[in-house]
């Protein structure tokens, strides 16, 4: 069973940047596809980002790119997440997940079979 434990959220003003990681807890992260997810108060999950075994693709919603930057250290099993120019739309509990491994990336959050806590980011105005 794999564990996630993401870290680095926080509040932050408008126009900042935070860095999430996400500390996995088997060796087998270095085969798994890895996404990170958002989720703000009475709305769905919402894709963010993904990144491929290798660290070679990836693939970031709309509302993200060029803001945000996925990236992972398989030899630390750790995932991070790097958000800059920060709005207050970007405000939300941000989960990591893992696929099985060997699997593809994929921005549906039900192709995904383990999950974090979550941690709270919020960006005032």
């Known amino acids: 069973q794999v564990q996630l434990v993401e870290s680095g959220g926080g509040l932050v003003q408008a126009g900042g940047s935070l860095k999430l990681s996400c500390a996995a807890s088997e060796r087998t992260f270095s085969f798994s596809p890895m996404g990170w997810f958002r989720q703000a108060p009475g709305k769905e999950r919402e894709f963010v980002a993904t990144?491929?075994?290798?660290?070679?693709?990836?693939y970031y919603a709309n509302s993200v790119k060029g803001r945000f930057t996925i990236s992972r250290d398989n030899a630390k099993n750790t995932v991070y997440l790097q958000m800059n120019s920060l709005t207050p739309e970007d405000t939300a509990v941000y989960y990591c997940?893992?696929?099985?491994?060997?699997?593809?990336?994929?921005?549906?959050?039900?192709?995904?079979?383990?999950w974090g806590q979550g941690t709270q980011v919020t960006v005032s105005s």
């Open positions: 997940a893992a696929r099985s491994s060997y699997s593809g990336t994929s921005s549906n959050y039900r192709d995904y079979n383990y």
């Open positions: 990144i491929s075994l290798s660290g070679g693709t990836t």
